[in-house]
């Protein structure tokens, strides 16, 4: 499903440029438009020096349910700050749908399979996949007020493009946070969607707003997870 793909991708930035970030851990992000619940993302991830690997899974509500829960597995490896996707699996857990991308660095080859089709790409610099792009601001102790990346999502390569608006408080739990706003857009559209980063220690994303092609206005709001503290 193309619009879970688009809005889940923002929730996967667990950047952070403290030595002390942790090795494993869990966030959770409350999906929503308007008032209407829709459900949780619960992202899993784990890192050591070498290598990482983040899940990301879905927990749908209601009508929701119909379309089925999704997962974005990314693993790859570690090169000093740079997170470098080797592979990237997402997965229709309803259906059993499986669409599997490999990431040949010496060939310099991107290569999507899904429903026994191979679509093929020459390898662009500084490129991420939909779910590892924000962790190459590992190197950052400030966030660059515009951002750019070339991102691998399903079977398109697009340019992402972040501007930031301003600085914001925003409250989760009982807690306020100082976040930085910006607004983002893919390949130069119209179609403008906004992210709140923390702009303490770790620079999760605490709130994010995507408009769907459909007309759907979409919420993340990050409600729970070990790194609140440092946030």
């Known amino acids: 499903m193309k619009i879970w793909l688009f809005t889940l991708s923002f929730l996967f930035p667990l950047f952070c440029s403290s030595a002390n970030f942790p090795s494993s851990g869990k966030l959770v992000y409350k999906l929503s438009f308007e008032d209407q619940y829709l459900g949780t993302v619960n992202v899993d991830f784990k890192s050591d020096k070498n290598s990482y690997e983040i899940a990301a899974t879905s927990n749908f509500f209601g009508m929701m349910k119909l379309v089925g829960d999704y997962q974005i597995v990314s693993q790859g490896k570690k090169i000093m700050n740079n997170y470098l996707p080797l592979k990237i699996t997402r997965k229709n857990l309803k259906k059993n749908k499986?669409?599997?991308?490999?990431?040949?660095?010496?060939?310099?080859?991107?290569?999507?399979?899904?429903?026994?089709?191979?679509?093929?790409?020459?390898?662009?610099?500084?490129?991420?996949?939909?779910?590892?792009?924000?962790?190459?601001?590992?190197?950052?102790?400030?966030?660059?007020?515009?951002?750019?990346?070339?991102?691998?999502?399903?079977?398109?390569?697009?340019?992402?493009?972040?501007?930031?608006?301003?600085?914001?408080?925003?409250?989760?739990?009982?807690?306020?946070?100082?976040?930085?706003?910006?607004?983002?857009?893919?390949?130069?559209?119209?179609?403008?969607?906004?992210?709140?980063?923390?702009?303490?220690?770790?620079?999760?994303?605490?709130?994010?707003?995507?408009?769907?092609?459909?007309?759907?206005?979409?919420?993340?709001?990050?409600?729970?997870?070990?790194?609140?503290?440092n946030i």
């Open 98 to 229: 499986i669409t599997t991308t490999s990431i040949d660095y010496k060939n310099k080859l991107i290569q999507i399979e899904r429903k026994n089709k191979v679509k093929e790409y020459q390898l662009k610099e500084n490129t991420q996949d939909i779910v590892s792009y924000f962790f190459e601001l590992n190197s950052k102790k400030e966030i660059p007020k515009e951002i750019k990346f070339t991102i691998l999502d399903s079977y398109d390569y697009n340019e992402y493009v972040y501007t930031k608006i301003q600085d914001e408080k925003l409250q989760v739990g009982k807690k306020i946070i100082d976040v930085s706003k910006y607004q983002g857009r893919i390949n130069g559209d119209d179609n403008i969607h906004h992210i709140w980063i923390s702009k303490k220690n770790f620079h999760i994303p605490v709130k994010i707003v995507t408009p769907t092609p459909i007309g759907i206005i979409v919420t993340q709001e990050l409600i729970k997870g070990k790194l609140l503290d």
